[in-house]
């Protein structure tokens, strides 16, 4: 019988994301449990939870993405100079910064109260205006069942329709700014202070003391995130970047392609207890093109447990276009919801 652990309803984006990287932290204190006893519960009714999804699991030989001497301190650097390189996105009144990601997040899952275990992944869409207004999609899609077993279970319940339990669109107001509800406009560049305001945000929900190895995971995980949000201007970006290369244990792992066919250089966690967790980045501008979180066996065989990729990150006219204008408007304003 599968052991369920629920996941409450109505959590936001931030939660869900900090509860993901704590999760990273326990493993780190205790071996994890063997995969076919590892079963999430996903009881989603928020916009943001739905975010939190699916499954692929794909196993890979020791030898690939395997870290390398270089520094990856040297690494963010360049990094940190190409994204100080690119140009701002700028947004004239009625224009939207838009991002398209496709994720999976892990072991086959219950939705809601169902009896049976799926593996599907999720488009997320953002629309993000200068005041922190916009709007959000999730789409189900690529969903299918681990075992004929689990389709039975389906079948035998009406084969219900299991989109609508995660696709779905919604608005919001100004002062939102996206997924993590943050203003990159106004985090500080200077090194120190920008990492006190990402201890500020952790410390609602981490124990873990700066300088140890959990909080590091945790401080990368939560860059990761900040980068993802590319509509940060290139200042913050660099700086962002700047600071993770200054995280101890953190390791150059080279040139890689990671799903949805996103290609560029690998930077690590060390592995502790079988757990690490990767940003891939396009060399030439600095951008976080994928994240993912691998799982290393005895023999040293790696498994991609959980990733995301950034697909598409642009100014566009309105909040029902995904393709980029080709030359956003020359002056900043704030756009209206």
Not at 126 to 147: E, Q
Not at 280 to 291: H, K, M, R, S
Request: no cysteine.
């Amino acid at each position: 019988m599968n052991t369920l652990t629920p996941m409450g309803a109505q959590r936001s984006f931030e939660d869900r994301l900090l509860d993901e990287l704590l999760a990273v932290q326990a493993k780190m204190k205790a071996p994890a449990p063997p995969r076919r006893h590892r079963v999430r519960v996903f009881a989603l009714t928020g916009v943001a939870a739905a975010v939190a999804v699916v499954v692929l699991l794909q196993v890979l030989p020791g030898s690939v993405n395997t870290p390398q001497a270089a520094s990856a301190a040297a690494e963010f650097q360049k990094l940190s100079a190409a994204a100080l390189s690119t140009p701002a996105a700028v947004l004239a009144p009625g224009q939207y910064v838009y991002t398209e990601e496709i994720s999976n997040s892990g072991p086959p899952s219950h939705l809601g109260s169902s009896a049976y275990n799926v593996e599907f992944d999720v488009k997320t869409e953002f629309w993000i205006a200068a005041n922190g207004s916009g709007r959000s999609i999730f789409t189900l899609f690529n969903l299918t069942f681990p075992t004929a077993r689990d389709r039975a279970a389906w079948v035998a319940q009406g084969s219900p329709d299991l989109a609508p339990l995660i696709s779905r669109s919604s608005t919001f107001g100004p002062g939102n700014y996206g997924p993590l509800k943050v203003d990159e406009f106004t985090l500080p560049t200077q090194r120190a202070q920008l990492s006190k305001v990402i201890a500020s945000l952790m410390a609602r929900r981490t124990s873990a003391r700066p300088g140890t190895g959990e909080y590091s995971i945790l401080e990368f995980g939560y860059i990761g995130q900040l980068l993802h949000e590319r509509n940060a201007p290139p200042k913050v970006r660099a700086a962002l970047l700047a600071l993770a290369g200054s995280l101890p244990g953190i390791v150059l792992v080279g040139p890689t392609t990671a799903p949805e066919g996103m290609s560029g250089v690998g930077i690590s966690t060390s592995v502790q207890h079988g757990f690490s967790n990767e940003l891939v980045f396009d060399p030439t501008t600095g951008a976080l093109v994928a994240y993912e979180q691998w799982q290393t066996d005895s023999a040293g065989n790696r498994s991609l447990e959980y990733w995301t990729s950034y697909l598409v990150s642009g100014v566009v006219n309105n909040t029902s276009t995904t393709i980029p204008v080709a030359r956003p408007s020359s002056t900043t304003t704030n756009a209206s919801s």
